[in-house]
């Protein structure tokens, strides 16, 4: 279903897209997934391209888009597989934007730029060992001290944390604050600076391509001029960026629930069983009619959400209910179409067995399902 906003413009982006894609993309993503990485070349001819951050300002480099391109970017990326669009798609439409939306004109021209290329790879440090869903609880603290702060603490489950080269970190820079989240700030570490080092690469279930690291900071050094925004507003720069953060979740589930049932639909049509395609039999027939509906009722709806948003408009109910039910539906989806495929749908070498490891931790990231339900009752005054 084409979205309204969709014009012949966004058509060639996507037609582009998908052309570097098949060239650089398809034939090597099998190898990245074994490899357990996206190449940093990869980012480079991607950048080249002019896909990534394609929303950034031309005076920074970028296209000057909105985000209706960035929605095609996180299609056509998750059509591949979500361990490419997950880092790529974070990189561009979560961690960049704190950037271009918080950062001083000095800031801006130092790091956006190189976002734009693909030679700055971005990460976003919130999850903790400790702390994951209650942003307020982190134990990371940052003590300032002349014209740098003392940053101490761990983060995990950090995408592109392995690659990145800057990493937007959530920590305390009060800790005797209350309420506890007004003591949070975010502070830019870059590569290289000491104390900063790369823990393990954690070993997960699906998304194998895509890096989710721990990140260690032992008194790092960090230049006061590397604060973002204001200090003490952190908490709620990250509640303004989780709006579009949770759509770009939500996109990225509607795609997947969209090609598990395109290649489940070619599966049993060619697939046969007591004489006859087993698409003939009503039980399948049933479970495709299902699926098609409510994967129809999700393109609708992120459709509709998209336009909102590039609106400006504050949808943070509308896509809390978009992630939390996207998700939900693509989990069933993936379990529906990997029973559609018996056996083999068990086998590694068949696309679904992918999907189907890769899906479940969309219920998690960026927000729990429960967290999402909670927001929810909050915007209905319950």
């Known amino acids: 279903m084409k979205a309204s906003f969709i014009t012949e413009e966004h058509e060639l982006f996507r037609k582009s897209l998908r052309k570097m894609l098949d060239k650089e993309a398809y034939p090597f993503f099998d190898q990245w ?13 991607m950048g080249a391209s002019g896909f990534l951050c394609p929303w950034v300002d031309e005076a920074y480099g970028g296209l000057g888009l909105d985000f209706s391109y ?45 976002c734009v290329s693909g030679d700055l790879i971005t990460a976003i440090g919130m999850t903790e060992p ?16 002349g014209d740098f702060y003392i940053l101490n603490g761990e983060k995990t489950f950090i995408t592109n944390g392995q690659i990145a080269d800057i990493v937007v970190v959530v920590c305390k820079t009060d ?17 290289g600076m000491e104390g900063f080092s790369y823990g393990k ?47 770009v979740v939500a996109i990225q589930c509607q795609v ?5 049932l395109r290649i489940t639909m070619d599966y049993v049509k060619n697939r046969k069983a007591f004489g ?18 409510e994967i129809d009722i999700g393109r609708t709806y992120i459709n509709h959400l998209t336009a909102r948003h590039i609106a400006s408009e504050d949808i943070v109910k509308e896509v809390s209910m978009a992630k939390w039910w996207i998700s939900e539906m693509a989990k069933r989806v993936a379990a529906e ?3 559609l495929h018996g056996g083999y749908g068990y086998m590694e070498e068949y696309e679904i067995a992918r999907r189907y490891r890769d899906i479940p931790v969309a219920s998690i990231y960026a927000g729990t399902t429960e967290i999402m339900k909670t927001i929810i009752a909050k915007k209905l005054d319950l």
């Open 276 to 293: 006859q395609s087993i698409s003939k039999f009503q039980n399948t027939q049933f479970k495709i009619a299902e699926m098609a509906t």
């Open 337 to 339: 179409c990997l029973q």
């Open 201 to 247: 690469k954690l070993n997960k279930i699906g998304m194998h391509s895509g890096d989710t690291s721990e990140l260690i900071f032992e008194d790092v050094k960090v230049p006061v001029a590397n604060l973002l925004g204001e200090e003490g507003k952190g908490f709620y720069y990250l509640m303004q960026n989780l709006q579009q953060e949770r759509l």
């Open 70 to 114: 960035s929605m095609i970017l996180n299609e056509e990326l998750e059509k591949v597989g979500q361990g490419v669009s997950s880092g790529i798609c974070l990189h561009s439409d979560i961690v960049s934007p704190y950037i271009s939306s918080l950062g001083t004109e000095e800031q801006k021209q130092k790091w956006l730029p190189s």
């Open 33 to 45: 997934e074994v490899n357990r990485e996206i190449p940093k070349d990869f980012w480079l001819k």
């Open 175 to 191: 800790s005797n604050a209350e309420p506890a989240h007004r003591g949070i700030s975010l502070l830019v570490v870059e590569k």
């Open 130 to 145: 400790g702390a994951g869903s209650d942003l307020a609880g982190v134990k990371t603290t940052a003590r300032k001290d």
């Open 256 to 260: 997947e629930a969209e090609e598990m």
